[in-house]
Nanobody
């Protein structure tokens, strides 16, 4: 089992920045990919960014050039630096981790971007 704990959400004005952090605990040696997803009110959950165990990076089209995902295996953390935030980035952001059997999810952290 893997447990994920997110931090760093909050309220920011458009154009501002936030940094989200997620720390994994439990059977962390089994984790392959770590990622951030988000879900806005009334919308489906979508991938924001992911980093594989081989350090390949994947970004959603709407955040390319503005968000940066990074992973520290020694600390079992994955971070999401979000710059030039837009009101449409408002959502609950979820940390996710995958091993060979299943996906694990954090509780989510709220990000609100005011115009």
């Amino acid at each position: 089992q893997v447990q994920l704990a997110e931090s760093g959400g909050g309220l920011v004005q458009a154009g501002g920045s936030l940094r989200l952090s997620c720390t994994a605990s439990g059977t962390i040696f089994s984790i392959n990919t770590m990622a951030w997803h988000r879900q806005a009110p009334g919308k489906q959950r979508e991938l924001v960014a992911a980093v594989t165990s081989g350090s390949s990076l994947i970004y959603g089209n709407s955040v390319k050039g503005r968000f940066t995902i990074s992973r520290d295996n020694a600390k079992s953390t994955v971070n999401l630096q979000m710059n030039n935030l837009k009101p449409e980035d408002t959502a609950v952001y979820y940390c996710a981790a995958a091993d060979s059997d299943r996906n694990y999810w954090g509780q989510g952290t709220h990000v609100t971007v005011s115009s």
